[in-house]
């Protein structure tokens, strides 16, 4: 490279007039600076870069004396109660609000016994071994539970002559089910279901308890459908 450089430069000075100064140029050879894959020892930006940040900043609020308001001590969020309050409360008395000035005494209805629950109550003391549980397993037992052989279509005038505690039938949301085997385990008592025997319940049942799935419950003693009665 360097020998055709000479003989480019020696024929640019034979073509020169004679006797006129002749300009050479000269050549200077810079080597570019080592690029981050080539090995060469760390610059000064790449130290620093090794160095952690100052944590908080410098420039943070953490830092910074101010008296923004958003930034409050502890003491300056929630003051001690004043020492003349302390020096007149009474250990084991509860103070009054109204008199010491404090908001910080027992609200007076927590002082208050709570009322004795009421003796009349939705519910029935149940016979043991008649508990919601006893009656998922009752139903999962594989017991025949429903008295028929398959599922009916049964009229308002069928439906009504099983209204007795022993055969007792009930219809909810068009479905008719056999009650007889849950009389025992419902939480408001045989009298309360006996209400519902041989007619429609859906009414009563939702003025009562309307949160718990009847199919769910009594789906092991569907005995058919509510159908209108036959035409003569």
Same mark, same amino acid.
């Given at each position: 490279? *360097?020998?055709?450089?000479?003989?480019?430069? &020696? #024929? %640019?000075?034979?073509? *020169?007039?004679?006797? #006129?100064?002749?300009?050479?140029?000269?050549?200077?050879?810079?080597?570019?600076?080592?690029?981050?894959?080539?090995?060469?020892?760390?610059?000064?930006?790449?130290?620093?870069?090794?160095?952690?940040?100052? @944590? =908080?900043?410098?420039?943070?609020?953490?830092?910074?004396? #101010?008296?923004?308001?958003? @930034? !409050?001590?502890? #003491?300056?969020?929630?003051?001690? =109660?004043?020492?003349?309050?302390?020096?007149?409360?009474?250990?084991?008395?509860?103070?009054? =609000?109204?008199?010491?000035?404090?908001?910080?005494?027992?609200?007076?209805?927590?002082?208050?016994?709570?009322?004795?629950?009421?003796?009349?109550?939705?519910?029935? &003391?149940? *016979?043991?071994?008649?508990?919601? !549980?006893?009656? *998922?397993?009752?139903?999962?037992?594989?017991?025949?539970?429903?008295?028929?052989?398959?599922?009916?279509?049964?009229?308002?005038?069928?439906?009504?002559?099983?209204?007795?505690?022993?055969?007792? /039938?009930?219809?909810?949301?068009?479905?008719?089910?056999?009650?007889?085997?849950?009389?025992?385990?419902?939480? %408001?008592?045989?009298?309360?279901?006996?209400?519902? &025997?041989?007619?429609?319940?859906?009414?009563? @049942?939702?003025?009562?308890? &309307? /949160?718990?799935?009847?199919?769910?419950? !009594?789906?092991?003693? !569907?005995?058919? @459908?509510?159908?209108?009665?036959?035409?003569?």
């Amino acid at each position: 490279m *360097a020998s055709y450089l000479r003989s480019w430069f &020696a #024929s %640019g000075i034979s073509e *020169a007039e004679p006797g #006129s100064p002749v300009s050479i140029p000269t050549l200077n050879l810079v080597s570019p600076p080592p690029s981050d894959d080539e090995d060469g020892s760390a610059t000064e930006t790449e130290q620093d870069d090794d160095i952690p940040p100052a @944590f =908080p900043s410098l420039q943070s609020a953490q830092r910074m004396k #101010s008296s923004n308001p958003l @930034f !409050l001590t502890d #003491s300056q969020k929630m003051p001690p =109660p004043p020492l003349p309050h302390l020096a007149q409360r009474t250990p084991g008395v509860a103070s009054n =609000p109204t008199t010491s000035g404090s908001s910080l005494a027992v609200p007076p209805t927590t002082t208050k016994r709570p009322p004795k629950p009421s003796k009349k109550s939705g519910k029935v &003391a149940l *016979a043991p071994g008649r508990s919601p !549980l006893d009656w *998922a397993s009752l139903k999962s037992s594989g017991q025949d539970l429903r008295g028929v052989d398959t599922l009916l279509r049964i009229p308002p005038s069928v439906l009504k002559k099983h209204n007795k505690r022993d055969d007792a /039938w009930s219809s909810f949301h068009g479905k008719v089910y056999n009650i007889t085997p849950y009389m025992e385990y419902h939480p %408001g008592g045989e009298r309360d279901l006996l209400r519902v &025997a041989g007619r429609d319940g859906t009414k009563l @049942f939702a003025s009562t308890h &309307a /949160w718990v799935n009847v199919d769910f419950m !009594l789906d092991a003693c !569907l005995v058919g @459908f509510l159908v209108a009665e036959p035409s003569s």
